[in-house]
């Protein structure tokens, strides 16, 4: 079994910065695409940013250009950058991970952590 555990959550501004992070714990050695999904209150989930294990990257179009997700592959950790954060950022950040090459639709995906809380306000 695989563990996620998220941390950086947060209280910032409109236009402040954050970086969330995750680490893998248990049978690690299965990971491959890691990322993070976010839910807003009322709004269904939505994958914000993924990161294959060679290093490519794909980001929702609401967060391109600020935000930036990166990982260190020998550890098994991700990292989300977030800048220029706007109120409607605010959501609970999930980090996923799964066992194959890119991440599979959100259902399928087997590894989840429990998620932080991100809060964009003035």
């Known amino acids: 079994q695989v563990q996620l555990v998220e941390s950086g959550g947060g209280l910032v501004q409109p236009g402040g910065s954050l970086r969330l992070s995750c680490a893998a714990s248990?049978?690690?050695?299965?990971?491959?695409?890691m990322g993070w999904y976010r839910q807003a209150p009322g709004k269904q989930r939505e994958l914000v940013a993924a990161?294959?294990?060679?290093?490519?990257?794909n980001y929702a179009d609401s967060v391109k250009g600020r935000f930036a997700v990166s990982r260190d592959p020998g550890k098994n950790t991700v990292r989300l950058q977030m800048n220029s954060l706007k109120p409607e950022d605010t959501a609970v950040y999930f980090c996923?991970?799964?066992?194959?090459?890119?991440?599979?639709?959100?259902?399928?995906?087997?590894?989840w952590g429990q998620g932080t809380q991100v809060t964009v306000s003035s």
């Open positions: 996923v991970a799964d066992t194959i090459y890119n991440l599979r639709s959100e259902r399928d995906i087997p590894y």
């Open positions: 248990g049978s690690s050695f299965r990971i491959s695409a």
């Open positions: 990161v294959t294990k060679g290093g490519n990257t």
